[in-house]
């Protein structure tokens, strides 16, 4: 039908309205008080309907966090992979940090110096005192490489001994006394142990979370930790946000041909800062800051000094951030919001994250570098991962339902855009069909699915994909109802109905 016709009020003001009608009745009370509540069709009856989802051409959401990763639930997924198979990285000195166990120690030894002459030690602190050590059966350390005897060794300037555990072949034959001597380092040693080859090589054990380097102890990494919503992974600078909020000078002094004399400090210029206006004039004054001539005359300091103050002075940018102590109040935020700009947060560089999160890497990606993929790049990231055969225990469940939900959205067309795209930058189109590859994803069955021109912003060499997922979606025992204009999508359908024959009144 022709614009106006009826066909969205039959659609979606009728038919989607009842579907979700009766689906929150049947919840309880409780439930329903959290969730919008659409009013009743004006229609004498309305007979087998099911519970429905709309999918509108309108931005998914005007939440600035809110990215189509998230949007689709592939962030989710990527959280939890990166915290069950990720590689941490000291972000110090950028050496991999992982737990040792028994058997990796004994097998990295035996892999990379079999044959060799082995000497194993742990380190003591002075202050627990040398006669523990002598109770337990130590009487020897290393110092510079060399064995010394305890009694006879100059511990002048140490805080920790490196104690003399073992020495023995690295054979197979000797792996039983290996490993009790390396659990015996462990324990003494407080979970961390050295062994020195004959042939050169240093190797430092430890069955702790750490940076054998940085002796820096990390927590295991967890879902949240991936999360740039959450306090425990956002970026402490910007909250998680990647942009920061700062002071516009250009803003501030929009015309810097005028002096201060004739209000060159637009802010300045109304009545309630005539004050602060004539304050400013005063110390500038003082400073020696000719205020009649044109501001863009006035050098690097002067101007710092206008805008940044000194002593006591706090200059304009210096009065914003005093009012911030206020922005509870909504007439200061809006006011405040005049004069800023949005910057790349230099301490996150726009990834979001905290330091510990970026530095946790899979096939050497961090999770921001990893949605800043397009969605055909990660679909070839994720089928291309190189797993061991316990990661990919862990993590086939998970690639598969990221991969589905990329696949979902190549389906759909959407192939060029970033997982980290904002949605409140999408256009219409886009969005629908980024909702679209959504609940195609959820696998419902017995739902009513109703759009509104899926194939707007969609090349017609696309078409037939998006045909495609509409009868994918109705094989599975869906309802499909679909505003739109497109030939080749009517003739798909198994059944038209054309409103006209005008608009309006006309219409219906």
Not at 279 to 298: V, W
Request: net charge positive; hydrophobic share 35%; with cysteine.
């Amino acid at each position: 039908g022709v614009s106006g016709s009826g066909k969205s009020s039959l659609a979606f003001d009728t038919l989607y309205a009842e579907g979700q009608r009766r689906f929150l009745e049947s919840l309880s009370a409780y439930a329903r008080q959290f969730l919008e509540r659409m009013e009743k069709p004006d229609a004498d009856t309305i007979e087998g309907i099911t519970p429905a989802i709309a999918i509108q051409q309108k931005a998914v959401t005007k939440n600035p966090r809110s990215t189509v990763a998230t949007v689709t639930e592939i962030y989710d997924y990527l959280r939890v992979l990166f915290a069950r198979i990720g590689s941490i990285y000291c972000p110090e000195c950028s050496h991999p940090v992982h737990r040792d166990t028994i058997d990796s120690m004994v097998e990295q030894l035996f892999e990379s110096s079999s044959a060799a002459k082995a000497t194993i030690s742990f380190s003591w602190p002075v202050e627990k005192g040398l006669d523990v050590l002598k109770k337990e059966g130590f009487f020897r350390i290393i110092r510079d490489g060399k064995i010394f005897e305890l009694e006879k060794a100059d511990l002048s300037g140490l805080n920790n001994l490196e104690v003399f555990m073992d020495r023995l072949e690295l054979d197979h034959k000797e792996r039983e006394r290996l490993v009790d001597s390396l659990e015996t380092a462990l324990i003494k040693g407080e979970g961390r142990v050295k062994v020195r080859t004959d042939k050169g090589r240093e190797f430092l054990f430890s069955d702790k979370l750490e940076c054998k380097y940085c002796r820096i102890t990390y927590q295991d990494p967890t879902p949240n930790l991936f999360s740039f919503n959450s306090p425990q992974g956002a970026c402490p600078s910007c909250q998680g946000f990647g942009d920061l909020a700062v002071f516009d000078e250009d803003k501030i002094i929009p015309d810097k041909n005028l002096s201060l004399k004739e209000g060159a400090i637009e802010p300045w210029t109304k009545p309630a800062s005539r004050r602060r206006m004539q304050n400013l004039l005063e110390r500038a004054t003082k400073q020696g800051i000719p205020t009649d001539a044109p501001y863009k005359k006035l050098n690097k300091s002067e101007k710092d000094f206008i805008l940044h103050g000194k002593g006591a002075f706090k200059g304009v940018i210096g009065s914003f951030e005093r009012l911030k102590k206020k922005k509870y109040k909504i007439q200061v935020r809006v006011y405040l919001a005049r004069y800023r700009k949005y910057i790349p947060c230099p301490a996150c560089k726009q990834m979001r994250l905290n330091t510990l999160a970026l530095n946790v890497k899979l096939k050497g990606k961090s999770i921001s570098e990893v949605t800043q993929l397009t969605v055909r790049q990660a679909k070839d990231y994720f089928n291309s991962l190189p797993l061991s055969p316990y990661q990919k225990q862990i993590a086939e469940k998970l690639s598969h339902e990221i991969i589905s939900r990329l696949k979902f959205l190549l389906e759909v067309g959407l192939d060029y855009i970033t997982l980290n795209r904002m949605t409140f930058t999408l256009s219409g189109g886009e969005a629908q069909r980024i909702n679209l590859a959504a609940a195609l994803s959820t696998s419902l069955v017995g739902t009513l699915f109703v759009l509104d021109e899926p194939s707007i912003g969609l090349h017609a060499r696309d078409n037939h994909r998006l045909i495609n997922i509409l009868k994918s979606l109705k094989d599975v025992g869906n309802t499909v109802i679909v505003v739109e204009h497109d030939p080749e999508i009517i003739k798909s359908a198994e059944y038209l109905i054309d409103l006209g024959p005008g608009a309006g009144e006309k219409g219906g």
